[in-house]
């Protein structure tokens, strides 16, 4: 029995959210068979970012500041050496960068303003190689390669509203008849569309998970006699570019276990 959790990455807003606003067929229709329920996934001295709320999806919560540059950096296969550090670098949210060397970080001219992510905690190993993690070189891979699980990054997974979902479709099925025990399918084109400050894109980024995702997501849970969640990390102001904390409201659905032949 596989269990699937699609992370619909700052989904929620404020009222009538996005979430709210948008077209999702299949997704009303598993809150109508399913359960549907807030949940409250951070501390309140914790701060809201997908390096932090991912993470307690995944099944561990940070006491604090969660390291995302040591996360950007194992979802590409960068591992420090002793003596060496890595820094996130933003610039002007339309570049973001990784600095890998001895510290301290070199100085960086850039033009525009510059944003250096601070230092936090790594989380610990908890998962394995029957966890597939999949999404675009970024946080939910990141955390999933620290954590110990099996990430998978499909051609064409870019992490914004343009990403291919029909690849992480196909990935996240291809997952679930090898017969992962768990399956976690990231998109982060709400996320991405929010700190452009575009609402309609954000939306169309709900409906085409909608679409290409939470539909086949469910008729192979269906299948398999799975669970199947659907929950946002966090929410995303699209008029103001900023995360929103707070409880995200979260979709579970259990199928029957298929009759044995």
């Known amino acids: 029995m596989v269990d699937v959790l699609l992370i619909l990455d700052g989904a929620t807003d404020v009222t009538p959210s996005s979430l709210e606003l948008a077209d999702t067929a299949n997704l009303d229709r598993l809150a109508r068979k399913g359960e549907h329920r807030a949940l409250d996934l951070l501390p309140p001295s914790v701060p809201v970012g997908s390096e932090t709320a991912i993470a307690a999806l995944l099944g561990w919560t940070p006491d604090g500041p969660v390291d995302r540059a040591r996360v950007e950096a194992a979802a590409r296969g960068i591992e420090p050496k002793p003596g060496e550090r890595v820094w996130r670098v933003d610039i002007a949210r339309t570049h973001r960068l990784l600095v890998l060397g001895p510290p301290p970080m070199p100085t960086i001219e850039a033009g525009e303003p510059i944003r250096v992510w601070p230092d936090g905690v790594v989380p610990p190993r908890l998962l394995d190689s029957s966890t597939v993690v ?57 996320d991405e569309a929010s700190h452009r400050h575009d609402r309609a894109a954000k939306i169309a980024a709900i409906e085409a998970a909608d679409r290409e995702l939470i539909g086949p997501l469910t008729e192979a849970v269906g299948e398999a006699g799975g669970r199947l969640r659907v929950c946002p990390d966090h929410g995303c102001d699209p008029a103001t570019g900023e995360h929103v904390p707070g409880p995200v409201p979260c979709v579970t659905w259990r199928a029957r276990a298929p009759v044995p032949a």
């Open 134 to 190: 999949i999404g675009a070189l970024g946080a939910a891979t990141g955390l999933g390669a620290l954590m110990g699980a099996r990430i998978v990054v499909p051609p064409g997974a870019t992490g914004g509203p343009d990403s291919d979902l029909a690849a992480k479709r196909r990935a996240a099925l291809d997952a679930i008849a090898d017969g992962a025990a768990r399956v976690v399918v990231h998109v982060g084109g709400p």
